[in-house]
């Protein structure tokens, strides 16, 4: 069983699971696990690795379109070396500060592979949380950001040297296409939460989610628990730049974008009228990528079935 069929078989007994993070009073909360097998390849520093745990957390609070306040983290390695240590929690500390949050602490414990577990909580705001389900025929489809940072991040991590050394600067964006490509994949990694851009379209957003998972799997999330079939024009798929660095061509580009999931970008549905407004709202801007349609018929791209694919743990 992988890791979607088991959240679908939890989900009959936990009717909050199907959201990216639970609502508890006036509170939402969400917990994440990543191990350096599947979430932090070779030359991956602490630094990154403290920002990206804690930002996919904080990614979560942002797909509800709340605040964010908080985070902790669990810390597990085979031993615990001061300055890797000093690095997480400094990462950790700034993907926090991106949004407006804290981070609080957590906890420390021994293990045989580098694994950190989060956990976010944020405030559910005034006009309430975006839920999954909700999209209705004729809203535009939309995303935040640009995508395939992460798949290109993963192209530059092989491509780069494995004697890397732990640097801990920050920095959203690689300063140079020249750059060390593992420096310039760490810097890729680090993401900043929609967290911003969650709040501008709370109140106004019909369904949301983050990507996760990728951005074709997470149109079907959306489409399935809305009821609804979505048609996606190819061409409007905003693209980060790094990706035409290590793309294979056209087919491998868009691969990238669509399919290969970590972008932890904002996928939502929200009416025709309101999209030029909430473009304006969003600091990481909005792109219309599509249209919601009547039927439950699955996504399309260009007219063919976009193929329900993407990053899967397990």
């Not at 660095?245 to 309101?274: I, K, M, Q, S």
Request: glycine fraction near 14%; charged fraction near 25%; include cysteine.
């Amino acid at each position: 069983m992988n890791e979607r069929d088991a959240l679908r078989r939890l989900a009959a007994d936990l009717p909050h699971a199907g959201d990216d993070a639970a609502v508890v009073g006036g509170t939402v909360i969400t917990t994440d696990m990543l191990h350096e097998r599947t979430d932090f390849p070779a030359g991956t520093t602490r630094y990154t690795a403290g920002w990206r745990a804690v930002g996919a957390s904080l990614s979560d609070v942002a797909a509800m379109g709340a605040a964010a306040d908080a985070a902790v983290a669990v810390y597990a390695d085979e031993s615990f070396e001061p300055n890797e240590l000093d690095r997480f929690v400094g990462g950790a500390v700034d993907a926090c500060e991106a949004v407006g949050g804290a981070y609080v602490g957590g906890d420390l414990d021994t293990h045989d592979e580098f694994t950190v577990a989060t956990t976010a909580v944020g405030t559910v705001p005034d006009d309430g949380v975006v839920p999954r389900a909700g999209a209705a025929p004729g809203e535009a489809v939309c995303v935040t950001g640009e995508w395939g940072r992460s798949a290109a991040a993963l192209r530059l991590f092989d491509r780069g040297r494995v004697d890397y050394g732990t640097g801990d600067g920050g920095g959203d964006e690689a300063e140079s296409r020249d750059a060390d490509p593992v420096e310039r994949a760490n810097d890729l990694f680090r993401f900043t939460p929609r967290v911003a851009d969650g709040r501008a379209l709370a109140g106004t957003a019909t369904a949301m989610m983050d990507s996760s998972d990728g951005l074709a799997r997470s149109l079907h999330q959306l489409a399935e628990a809305s009821g609804v079939g979505f048609t996606i024009d190819r061409g409007a798929v905003p693209i980060h730049p790094a990706v035409d660095d290590v793309a294979d061509g056209p087919a491998d580009r868009f691969e990238l974008a669509a399919h290969f999931g970590e972008d932890f970008e904002l996928v939502c549905t929200l009416p025709e009228g309101e999209l030029a407004r909430l473009r304006a709202a969003c600091p990481a801007g909005l792109s219309r990528i599509g249209t919601v349609e009547k039927g439950s018929n699955g996504v399309t791209a260009d007219g063919d079935p976009l193929p329900d694919r993407g990053y899967t743990h397990g």
